[in-house]
């Protein structure tokens, strides 16, 4: 298994114990901890991710909370954060093309707070984006470089529920078997290895074209990471 290197502290599994929505908030805290040696609590993670209870967080807060605690972050995904900088509902439609599920998004969306931090993320140097659908190779070449990957998927792909479910997890190693998980769950599950194959697919559910993944790195003092 060849892990992430360069870690403060090995992956340490967090479990979203308070529901399934705070998933994004227990994949922060993992890797916070391991590229920081940062434990943070649940109400403070709450806070730097913009959390609001029963809706799905969006990861603009994180990335700047992140930048904040000298962590570097790299996303990949559909969404262009200069757009939503523009207008937040624009491109949601864009992207969903489903007009019931894109109003549906906006709906539950602060949309306002979202482009602010949107703008924010797209001016900051420590922030990049690649604005394109990820595949699996992204996250296997970013452990391989040093990066700690957080994989946006779909949580009944990879656990066999037959249900859709947005979802976030840890990405830690990488070997022939495929890819090592920090799954925050619930319930959480550590070191889960699961084939190329099948996390690309639940990257890639239900749209051909989601799924995000961040690669994070820590911020040497002289700048680079």
């Known amino acids: 298994m060849i892990r992430v290197k360069g870690l403060?502290?090995?992956?340490?599994?967090?479990?979203a114990e308070q529901g399934s929505f705070h998933c994004l908030q227990a994949s922060m805290?993992?890797?916070v901890r391991s590229l920081s040696g940062q434990e943070l609590e649940w109400s403070e993670a709450e806070r730097?991710?913009?959390?609001?209870?029963?809706?799905?967080?969006?990861?603009?807060?994180?990335y700047l909370s992140l930048v904040d605690m000298g962590i570097h972050v790299h996303s990949i995904e559909i969404v262009d954060p200069a757009a939503m900088a523009r207008?937040?509902?624009?491109?949601?439609?864009?992207?969903?093309?489903?007009?019931?599920?894109?109003?549906?998004?906006?709906?539950?969306?602060?949309?306002?707070?979202?482009?602010n931090r949107a703008q924010k993320c797209v001016e900051s140097k420590l922030i990049s984006f690649?604005?394109?659908?990820?595949v699996v190779a992204d996250v296997v070449e970013g452990i391989k470089s040093g990066h700690l990957p957080l994989v946006s998927l779909d949580y009944g792909l990879i656990h066999q529920t037959g249900m859709y479910?947005?979802?976030?997890v840890?990405?830690?190693g990488v070997s022939d078997l495929g890819v090592e998980l920090y799954d925050p769950g619930p319930p959480g599950e550590s070191a889960l290895v699961v084939s190329l194959e099948k996390l690309d697919a639940a990257i890639h559910s239900p749209m051909p074209d989601g799924g995000a993944v961040a690669l994070l790195s820590?911020?040497?003092?002289?700048?680079?990471?």
Do not use: K, N, Q
């Open 8 to 15: 403060v502290a090995p992956v340490r599994l967090v479990s």
């Open 29 to 31: 805290m993992m890797a």
């Open 48 to 62: 730097l991710t913009g959390y609001v209870a029963g809706r799905d967080t969006w990861p603009y807060a994180m």
């Open 87 to 115: 207008d937040v509902g624009s491109e949601i439609r864009r992207v969903f093309a489903d007009p019931d599920i894109a109003e549906a998004i906006i709906s539950e969306t602060d949309c306002e707070a979202e482009r």
């Open 130 to 134: 690649e604005v394109r659908s990820p």
């Open 165 to 168: 479910e947005g979802h976030m």
């Open 170 to 172: 840890v990405a830690s």
């Open 218 to 225: 820590r911020v040497a003092p002289d700048g680079e990471t």
